[in-house]
Nanobody, 126 residues
């Protein structure tokens, strides 16, 4: 499986963006989906994740209530809807896949994800 993230851009604070993660191959539905971000000079941090069947979701406190993760297994696509964007949301956003066996405590950890997309830049101006 290969991933292609898109949908980033330059927006103003308070605006919305929807990121898309398109997967090649037919096994997308067998993986959990995660979104991570990395700002300049900072470590990669967890944003949101979703179990393979689209049930349980996990969110970083910084985005809870503003961001929504979703997926369409039939289309092999994942999404991250980002509302009420803030300048501190500025980063490169990456989508990633982890195996279905990933335990709950690891669903927010980058080390559980071994398939990564190339990233899409999100810049939020104040």
């Amino acid at each position: 499986v290969q991933l292609q993230a898109s949908g980033g851009g330059l927006v103003q604070a308070g605006d919305s963006l929807r990121l898309t993660c398109a997967a090649s191959g037919r096994s997308f539905s067998t993986y959990n989906l995660g979104w991570f971000r990395q700002a300049p000079g900072k470590e990669r941090q967890f944003v949101a994740s979703l179990r393979r069947r689209g049930g349980t979701t996990y969110y970083a406190d910084a985005v809870k209530g503003r961001f929504t993760i979703s997926r369409d297994n039939a289309e092999g696509t994942g999404y991250l809807q980002m509302n009420s964007l803030k300048p501190e949301d500025t980063a490169i956003y990456y989508c990633a896949l982890s195996p279905q066996s990933t335990i709950t405590s690891e669903m927010t950890s980058a080390r559980a994800y071994y398939i990564w997309g190339q990233g899409t830049q999100v810049t939020v101006s104040s």
